[in-house]
Nanobody, 119 residues
Framework: QVQLLESGGGLVQPGGSLRLSCAAS????????MNWFRQAPGNERELVAT???????NYADSVQGRFTISRDNSKNTAYLQMNSLKPEDTAVYSC?????????????WGQGTQVTVSS
């Protein structure tokens, strides 16, 4: 089974930076789009950033210019560099990917990692 494992979350002060990683493991033929979502208490899950297999990226307006998504296809890993963090960035960040295994395409989710921005 394909598994996604996030790491890099934690507590950071406003204005600080964190780098999240999402490592995919298991039987993977190809990873298409990789995404970062986040969800804060009382809020709906929000798509933060997305990157396709060619490296094209898109961002939510709320993180544009502050966050950068990237991927290392040789490692089946996606990253989210988060700079100039704000308290409103506090959320559980989850990695998502569309993965081809054999001839089937699966939507895979990580367990989530907590990011807390606070003084």
């Amino acid at each position: 089974q394909v598994q996604l494992l996030e790491s890099g979350g934690g507590l950071v002060q406003p204005g600080g930076s964190l780098r999240l990683s999402c490592a995919a493991s298991g039987s993977i033929f190809e990873i298409y789009v990789m995404n970062w979502f986040r969800q804060a208490p009382g809020n709906e899950r929000e798509l933060v950033a997305t990157i396709d297999s060619d490296g094209n990226t898109n961002y939510a307006d709320s993180v544009q210019g502050r966050f950068t998504i990237s991927r290392d296809n040789s490692k089946n890993t996606a990253y989210l560099q988060m700079n100039s963090l704000k308290p409103e960035d506090t959320a559980v960040y989850s990695c998502h990917a569309n993965v081809r295994r054999d001839t089937a395409v699966f939507s895979a989710w990580g367990q989530g990692t907590q990011v807390t921005v606070s003084s």
